[in-house]
């Protein structure tokens, strides 16, 4: 199976439990795994058979920047589940993390994985 990769997408959004983390919002470190089959676009070099990765890493932004959820799992499966609607997507992987939210980490965070 192929793969299209977005790597460190970077959202500002509000996301946790605690208080604080609900005044302002905070960076949320998005990566998504695509898994379709490619071939059509490798053998045509047709743009309508490829992934628009374009369009999944708005809605990843949106989803990250409007849901204010409290969970990075919740977040995660809202990104997992747009992914899955788009044309020709197979399976996802989808990482949430929120860079510094714990003491002496680059960051923390939740993958998830889920196919049609």
């Not at 059509?40 to 849901?67: G, H, P, Q, V």
Request: proline share 2%.
């Amino acid at each position: 199976m192929d793969k299209v990769i977005i790597k460190d997408l970077t959202a500002r959004g509000i996301i946790g439990i605690n208080d604080w983390e609900r005044e302002k919002p905070q960076e949320i470190l998005i990566n998504i795994i695509l898994f379709a089959n490619l071939k059509e676009a490798c053998d045509t070099d047709d743009i309508s058979y490829c992934i628009n990765y374009r369009t999944i890493s708005k809605k990843a932004l949106f989803i990250a920047e409007e849901s204010q959820r409290y969970t990075v799992e919740a977040l995660a499966e809202d990104i997992a589940r747009a992914c899955l609607g788009e044309s020709g997507v197979i399976k996802v992987i989808v990482r949430v993390e929120k860079p510094g939210a714990v003491r002496f980490s680059q960051s923390v965070g939740v993958e998830i994985e889920r196919s049609n």
